[in-house]
Structures are given as C-alpha cells and as structure tokens.
C-alpha cells in the first residue's frame, strides 16, 4: 500500500509536468504527417538546397549511400555559407527516416519538438504552468508555424534553437540566488553556439541579450569567469567552420541580405514601411483569434496596472505575477523585432523566432483574461470559452493549411522527377551532370540534383545558359540538356534563345519528353556520340593558371572560366586529371611552372591553404624576379588567418615598394598581426593598389 502510494506521490506530478507537452507535440505532428501526405508537392529551390545540404552531410559522415568521410577540412567545405549543425541534424535523421522530401520532414517534428520543450520550460519558469500550457497551444496552432512544420527549411530550426538560447541565457543573467551558476552559464553558451551554426540570421535576435548579459554579468567577480569559459566555448564551437568558410559566407550573405532586398523592391531599412513590415504581418502569423484574446487581456491587465500603479495586484493571477523575467523577454522581443528589421532583405520567414517570444505575451493575455472571465462567468464558463476560442484557431489555421494543399495537388509525376529517374537509369552510378535550362519552382536545378542522389545516386543537375556568352561553351561541351517548351521560368529571353540554338545544332538528339503544365513540355536531349568536343578544359585550365604569373588581370580571367566550367562539371572530374598531369610532369622536370601553377591554383579552388602556400612557395624559388607568386601566397596566408607568416612572406620580397598590391596585402597583413603603426603606410598604398587593379582588369 504504502508503495502504491508512494508511486502516485511522484507519478502523478510526473504526468501533470510532462504530459500536455508530449500530448500537444504528438497532436501536431500527427497533423503534420497527415498534411505532407495530402500533399505531394515536390520540394522548389529553397527547399531542395537544404535537402541537398543534409545528403551532402550525411554521406560524409557515413550515415547514407554513395559517400564516405571526406577529411575534416573537406567536411566543413560542404557548408560554405550557411553553417552545418542543421544539415547534420537532417542527415541523421534522413539516415534513420529516409531520403525522401516527407521522411526527411521528420527533423522538423524533432525541431519543433526542441520549440515547445523551451517554450514549456520558459513559460514555467516565467509565471506558472497554466501559462506554459496556453504557450504551447498557441505556438502548435499559430499559421506561421504550422508552415514552417511542413516547409523544409531552416526557420523551424532557427526559431527552435533561438528560443532556447535566450531562454537558457536568461537562466543565467538572472540575480543570484537564481542565476549565475555554472551550469546555466554552459547551457546558454552551448545554446548561444548552436543557434549561431544553424544561421547566421541567429545573431540579430542574440546579439543584444547577449551584450546586455555581458554588461551585468562583467562586473562580478564569479561570472565573469562564467562569461571567459561561456564565450571560449561558443567561439571554439564556431570558429573551425568560419575559419574556412569566411569568406564564402561574407560573399554569401551580402548577395542573400543587400543584393537580394535591392533585387526584390523592399523598403529601405530607415523608412516607416521597414519598421512595420513583420508587425503588421503579426495578425495573420500567429492566427486573428489568439491575438484577439490576447491583446483583450493584455489590454484589461494595462488598464488595471494604471488604475493600481503596480501590475502585480492585479486580482485572481497565480502569484508571483510578474517575476522579473519579463522585462528581459520584453526587451529580447525588441531588439529581436529591431535588428532583424534592420535586414535590407525582408520575408516572412525571417521574423519567426521572435513569433516564438510573441507567444509568450499572447500566452499572458490569454491568462489574464481568463482570469477575468472566471471573476465574471465562473471557472467552467471560462474554461469552455477558452476551448472554443483556441477551437476556431485551431480551425483558421487548418483552414489555411488545406487551402495550400490544394494549390500544391498536382496530377501524374512531376516531370523533374520523371526526367530524373529516366536519366539515372540510362547511366547507373557514373557521376553524370545534366544542364537545366528552364528554372522555375518545381523544375530547377536543386530540386534535379535532390532527386539525381537519392539513394546513393550521383546524379548533378546544373543550370548555364542565363547569360549568352555561356551558350558556346553549352553547345562545346555539354552532354546532358535538359529544355521545356513554353515559359521557361526566369531568364526566359536567353534560355529560350539556348534551347533553339540545342534543337537546331546538329551535335544534339532529343531522347525523350514529357508532359509539363499549361500545355508545356520538358525534352531531354544529349549529344551525339560522334559529335565533335571543344578543346579539354584540363587544357584550358593549365593555361589560365599560368595567367595568375600576370597578376590581376589572369586571375580575373580564371574566375571568370571557372564559374562555368564547374557548372559543366558539378563533379569538377578535371580536377584529378590536372592534378595526375601535373605530379607526371614535375616527376620529370620538377621545375614545370605550368604544372606548380596548375596545382597552386588547384588548391586555392579547393581552399586549402596549407597546400597552396606550399606550391606558391615553389613557384617563388622558380621565378625569383616575378612578384605575383608571393603575392598571391601572402593573401593565401592572410585568408587563412595567418598575418604573422603573410607579413613576413611579403616584406621578403626585393620589389616589395614597387608593386602596390604586394605592398598592400603585406601592409594589412602587418595590421591584421597587430602592427598598428603600419596603418599610415596600408592608408598610402591602397589607392595605388586599386588603381593597378583597375588599370590591370
């Protein structure tokens, strides 16, 4: 007996904790499946990039077929803008769930999982359990959130991560004897680290908590220790990837934030139409009936803390009412609202983490007038208004979510997939890659290359053909060509010019076709086997990597041939043929300056810097007299974190005072070492750089 008891003593508590959040989590997820049941959408660019992004991470780590562990260096390469730790999350998944687009879609159930899991504990910890209950209502049947749970992409991910980030770091900043201990100090560390490796958007909503935790915390003697190791932590997390990737996630992130929001037509940051561009999305993101009942609870608690002076008599709240938490969640939510509008590029998806702190206030209101309402109905009354009320949220949002799966049903196998499978039959596992010259949503190159892995598949889809200049290295070169009838998606006027130039030239024959919408149709074409090729790149590339021995001006044109060639050859094949040429030829002659500047520049490509420094370093023993292998080795060394070695490998040079851009880079790399004084001399010899550049190209 007294065992029984003593079983329901500590079960019962037990339940009551954990049970509504598993219960909501499982309801909301069993609505999930169902809907990407329904739908048979396959996944458009966005969405196909990220599941490219979890393929690639897990066949490197072993997990899925048709890869293997590819060196540590090479692995942090296979996420060169945006960080990894969501693609590894969703390669492991696909490993347990499968590749396809909806078993791949149960990461997001995982994710979502982490966002009620932090809203439940922040909502507790906050005010009370019927709070965090509301909480989670409200963030399972909010509409933008519903679609962030069936949309592979990473906002889920961000919005789940972030939410528990700042909820852990509040943890810790709070005043003792609640707040400043070591493990929360850890928690909020490894919170604020994975936030940041899913996205980089994670910083406009961390980075003021986080420096207004580092103001409060910097002065006392115990957490200032705790704020070192926190931050050594994150910085250890997060520099390995960034230190190879920096440059390609700076380059990245300008052409998705400036380029992109001048590109689209969104308002400058500065203007009234910037600041209110997510509130006034706020109604229909979080559903007209939460914010309704919120906003009349909220609105009753303000007008009550006015009549009081002191928000917290307000009558029938469990206390404490108000713990002093929510002044740190009023100002996560501002400066979360703040920074993000500051973005030059705006989308609704953008806004989602602080939806996931909006719906902590939507939760107090909702308490607050609940609250009223059992003053003035009594306690069942209430309780039935509350279910009814979330009832017809709950069915605005579903309303919504079956609207979508309508516009998305289509009819028969969309033809990327049709196309795709036909292709991989016709080759088997030989690395293959097919031109697509129409993009739209559901024909584009990442949803190809999506569908051309599956399951081992090596299978790359590429798209050339945007500019004009690109169309004689098509006809040249490529094998596979992918081409539609009608509207051809973006570019339409020179893709639709490529295609008829592929029809007409005599090199290609259209093997089959497929029926695509509006009375369009999709053709696969491939070129004859007894069609004549241009010149090899392996050729070409040995002759523009003699070029960077010109400066500036051969270096441009190697960038300028790359880009294409590698979209000919998604597999970039040339490269170990280069490279099995070029250790022949210095086998034999191991002072061939072709062969060291083919690998150099093989090496710049793949970012490895410790090799490039090693071949440029050859190239400087062979060419004495000529500056640009120091150059380009001074600037490798640079990228690479490295300004003590650059500065010393450019200052060695005899014609360092006449060639403005070796004397720059040496000059900045000596800045970037700490050698302030060296500021006046990188002031002077900028110009003069710009101006050989200029003059060069």
């Known amino acids: 007996m007294r065992k029984s008891q003593t079983r329901k003593r500590w079960l019962v508590p037990l339940l009551w904790r954990w049970l509504p959040l598993l219960l909501i989590w499982l309801l909301a997820t069993a609505a999930d499946r169902a809907w990407l049941a329904a739908d048979q959408a396959i996944p458009a660019w966005d969405q196909a990039d990220y599941l490219n992004s979890a393929v690639d991470h897990g066949r490197a780590l072993g997990l899925l077929p048709g890869g293997e562990w590819p060196g540590w260096r090479d692995f942090l390469l296979l996420s060169p803008k945006i960080p990894p730790l969501a693609s590894l ?70 919005t789940a991560v972030t939410t528990a980030a700042l909820w852990q770091l509040w943890r810790w900043q709070r005043p003792a004897p609640h707040g400043g201990h070591w493990v929360a100090a850890m928690l909020a560390a490894s919170g604020l680290a994975a936030a940041l490796l899913v996205k980089q958007s994670a910083v406009p909503v961390l980075a003021a908590p986080y420096l207004w935790a580092v103001v409060t915390g910097v002065g006392q003697r115990q957490r200032r220790r705790q704020l070192l190791a926190g931050t050594a932590l994150v910085l250890t997390l997060l520099l390995p990837w960034l230190h190879q990737n920096w440059i390609t996630t700076i380059g990245g992130t300008h052409r998705a934030v400036v380029v992109s929001g001048a590109n689209e037509g969104d308002p400058p940051v500065f203007s009234t139409a910037s600041l209110l561009y997510y509130p006034q999305l706020w109604w229909q993101q979080l559903g007209s009936v939460s914010c309704i009942g919120a906003l009349l609870g909220l609105g009753l608690a303000l007008w009550r803390g006015l009549r009081t002076r002191h928000f917290s008599t307000i009558p029938q709240i469990p206390q404490p009412s108000l713990p002093a938490g929510w002044g740190w969640l009023l100002g996560c939510t501002v400066s979360g609202w703040l920074l993000t509008t500051m973005s030059p590029n705006k989308d609704a998806r953008y806004i989602a983490p602080v939806l996931a702190l909006l719906i902590l206030w939507l939760s107090l209101g909702w308490l607050v007038l609940l609250s009223a309402l059992q003053n003035w109905l009594g306690r069942w009354r209430a309780f039935v208004l509350l279910a009814v009320s979330m009832a017809l949220a709950t069915g605005h949002s579903t309303v919504g979510r079956v609207a979508a799966i309508h516009r998305a049903a289509g009819s028969g196998e969309p033809p990327v997939v049709s196309l795709v499978t036909f292709l991989r039959q016709h080759t088997g596992h030989a690395p293959t890659t097919l031109l697509m010259a129409p993009g739209s949503a559901d024909l584009n190159e990442h949803t190809g290359t999506y569908y051309g892995r599956l399951n081992g598949g090596q299978l790359l889809v590429r798209s050339l053909g945007d500019s004009p200049a690109h169309h004689p290295l098509v006809l040249n070169q490529a094998e596979w060509v992918a081409l539609a009838t009608g509207d051809q998606g973006h570019h339409r006027e020179n893709v639709r010019r490529l295609s008829h130039r592929i029809r007409k030239d005599g090199r290609f024959q259209r093997v089959r076709q497929w029926p695509w919408s509006r009375g369009r149709s999709v053709e696969l074409w491939q070129r004859r086997p007894d069609a004549a090729r241009g010149t090899p790149f392996v050729r070409q590339f040995v002759v523009l990597a003699q070029g960077l021995a010109h400066g500036p001006q051969g270096l441009a044109r190697f960038m300028e041939q790359i880009g294409p060639h590698h979209q000919l050859d998604g597999h970039l094949l040339y490269q170990q043929q280069v490279e099995a040429w070029a250790n022949r030829r210095l086998a034999q002659h191991p002072q061939a300056t072709d062969a060291l500047w083919s690998l150099a520049a093989l090496k710049i490509l793949r970012q490895d810097a410790g090799a490039a420094d090693h071949w440029l370093a050859r190239l400087e023993a062979v060419l004495p007299d000529n500056p640009w292998p120091t150059t380009w080795r001074a600037a490798v060394l640079l990228i690479d974190w490295k300004p003590w070695a650059a500065r010393e490998v450019a200052h060695a040079h005899p014609r360092l005072q006449d060639e403005p851009l070796l004397k720059t880079v040496g000059e900045l790399a000596a800045v970037a070492a700490g050698d302030l004084t060296r500021l006046p001399a990188l002031h002077a010899s900028w110009p003069r750089a710009l101006e050989q550049v200029n003059g060069a190209l």
């Open 89 to 158: 999350v969703h390669g492991t998944v696909m490993a347990v769930a499968g590749e396809g687009p909806d078993q791949a879609s149960w990461a997001l159930a995982l994710w979502h999982g982490l966002l009620l899991l932090s809203l439940d504990g922040w909502g507790r910890q906050l005010h009370s359990p019927r709070l965090a209950i509301l909480a989670l209502v409200l963030a399972a049947i909010a509409p933008r959130l519903v679609s962030l749970r069936v949309n592979f992409t990473l906002d889920l991910a961000l």
